[in-house]
Each structure stands twice: as structure tokens, then as C-alpha cells.
């Protein structure tokens, strides 16, 4: 079953959209947060990216895929909360973290929205998204792409976006790698001159202008047209609902 299919949702082609962002990574430790985004690291790690680390969320490295959900019955590795920061540090790790509010530039806020002093609505927390971005690399995942995540500035910076690392020097841009923006519309990346967003490619059924009219600033897209999300084949659909997630979580988070 290596064909593909014009069958797929629009949560599977999210779920695609995430796994791609892992391809070529090697041995890492991939750090997906959301449940698409934790497909999207199973599924890599059963097809193209078979040297993918993976954690059972507390302090394993599994040496299984199991189903979303589901207990790991194998252990590869002992990786307990301070190894895991050692690791941040060191660069061996792609987390792909949510957002709450994201600029051109890539610069994240999931700590409050509105004025720190006397924010409208706290949220999560500068938290980890700092390190996370200065020290390994970094994409992001918003199930529901709107104007209300992609704003002109954001209100608290907790991800380091482009402009603020070269800003901080080499000492800010040494490791730092913003990579993908994948929502429930697209997939965005940085390869603008500028290193703001760009289109990638748009998933079926969504056109250009309705990425554009539900994003706070102006995009950049690829000479030549942007392309459709690449479909999932036959074996990676019968994977994304049989073995990753056959209780359908994907579809609670992305509906289209």
C-alpha cells in the first residue's frame, strides 16, 4: 500500500504537514505538543524518520510507536526532567510548540494577552519557549489559524523570534532555527529574505487569499505559485488511523 489517496482530512494533512517538519532530523529527540503534532512525530518515526527519540511524556524514551494514548511497553532510555533541560541545551532536541499569539518574525507569546503588568487574560507562562528557541530547533503548530494568533506584534515575547535574535548578536543566533508554522490552513516557513513567514504550501481545498485574509500582516510566497500540502500515501493514512491514533483525537482538534 505505497499509492496515495484523495480521501484524507484536513486533521491528516495537518498531521502530514507536522511530520514533514521532522524529516532529515536524524537522531533527536523530537518534543511535539498538541495531539496533531504528536501524530505527526509517531508517524515520522514509523516511515522516514526512524531515528527519531521519543518520550512516553513523564521520564522514557520509548522503544515503541504506541497508539495515542497508549502505554509504552518497551523503554529505550532513562530521561528524567533534568537530563531532558540538559538536552535543550545542547541542541538535541525539535519541539514543536503552540502559540497563542505569533508575529512575521516569528516571536511567540503563550504567557498573556494584553499588558504584562495587568494582562486581559493570563495564559501558560513565558515557561520554556526562550530556551527552546535559542537552543535547538523550533516550529510551531495553531490549529486554528486566524488574525487573533497571527497579530503585527505580539503582545509579550516568550519565543525568540528572527528579528530579536539577530538583534541579540551571535551569542542569540548561534544555535537559533525557527523552522515551520503549521496550522489547520498551511504550512508556513521563514525563507522570506527578510527571515519573515512565508507561505510553504496551502492544504487542499484552502486558497492563498484565505491564508492571507485570516493573518494579521502580509505574507510572502514562493516565485512561481505555492503548492498544495503533499497527500498522505495509502500506508501512512492506514498508519495515522489503525496504529497512531484509531481513536480519531485528531479530528476534536481540526475540523474542516
Known sequence: MSGTTSTATRAEYCVIACAEAWRGDGEILASPM?????????????????????????????????????????????????????????GRRHVMMGASQIDRYGNQNISCIGDWARPDRQLLGVRGAPVNTLN????????????????????????????????????ATRFHD??????????????????????????PGVTVGQVQEATGFPLEAPEGGVPTTREPTADELRLIREVIDPGGVRDGEVRA
Not at 510551531?140 to 538583534?167: E, I, K
Not at 508554522?181 to 512565508?198: H, M
Open 178 to 203: 525557527l523552522r515551520r508554522v503549521v496550522t489547520d490552513l498551511a504550512v508556513l516557513d521563514f525563507a522570506a529574505p527578510d527571515g519573515t513567514l512565508r507561505i510553504r504550501s496551502v492544504h
Open 34 to 90: 498538541g495531539p496533531v503534532p504528536a501524530i505527526g512525530a509517531r508517524l515520522a518515526k514509523l516511515t522516514f524518520a526512524p531515528g527519531l527519540l521519543l518520550t512516553d511524556g513523564e521520564a522514557m524514551l520509548m522503544g515503541d510507536v504506541p497508539p495515542l494514548g497508549g502505554a509504552s511497553v518497551v523503554t529505550e532510555g532513562w530521561l528524567p526532567y533534568r537530563k531532558h533541560l540538559a538536552m535543550v541545551s545542547g
Open 136 to 171: 535547538n530547533p523550533t516550529s510551531y503548530w495553531v490549529p486554528r489559524h486566524s488574525r487573533r494568533v497571527f497579530v503585527d506584534r505580539v503582545d509579550l515575547v516568550c519565543g525568540v523570534g528572527n528579528d530579536r535574535a539577530a538583534a541579540g548578536g551571535p551569542s
